[in-house]
């Protein structure tokens, strides 16, 4: 009876290890299949922790960039809808972003138009193109395109009106002179000037200082110390007085 007991036994025993043997060979053979498919597919069973660990740090710390610059760049573009942002681009300023310190002259001088005293003092010698005058150093009669005011050396002479500096020269008759633009065809000229502060050229604005009373030439030396003045339009003199207030 006791060897029946054992025989038993052991057959059970070895029945249940060919069953557990039989299903670790099915899982084994499992595996191999399913590593063979995955290797087909261009898939890997293996996860590289730290592959995944960069790419998640990564996109975090991305994502917090992101963030932020959307939180300085980005505001709500409808009051009832705050949801809805967009993007503001800070535009460069440009030249008209700028004031302007000094407007430009427009040179519109008229018959209308008015001129101020460059000089302060009496009137020696008078424009006159209808008639002949007397010239006291010349001691002779002839017209005058000009007129002289009397001046004492080195006194300021003022821009009379808005002009250019078209001409600047020197003579026997009038010595340094400045012919000025005032638009319209009109055309300013002084004389015996000396110490000029303008050049060819320049925008002047009326009272601005052109130049200084210089000592009179050999052709005005009993006149005495003056400014010349001469005005003309499209060539033709004029008389100042009809012009300066």
Known sequence: MKNNSKNSFFKEKSFLALTLVAVFALAGVIAVASVINNSQSGKTPYVDLNESGNEDSTQGTTGNR?????????TPVDAENPTEETTQVA???TESDYPVDVAPIALMFSSEDTLTWPVEGNV?????????IYFPTLEQYKYNPAMLVQSEVNTPVEAAADCVVKEIGSNEEIGTYVVMSLGGDYELTYGQLKSLEVSEGDTIREGEVIGYVNEPTKYYLVEGCNLYIKLTQGGEPVDPLDYIR
Do not use: C, H
Not at 66 to 74: F, G, H, L, P, S
Not at 124 to 132: I, N, R, T
């Open 66 to 74: 992101v963030a932020d610059n959307q939180r300085e760049t980005t």
């Open 91 to 93: 535009e460069l300023p």
């Open 124 to 132: 020696v010698l008078e424009y006159s193109m209808d008639g002949s």
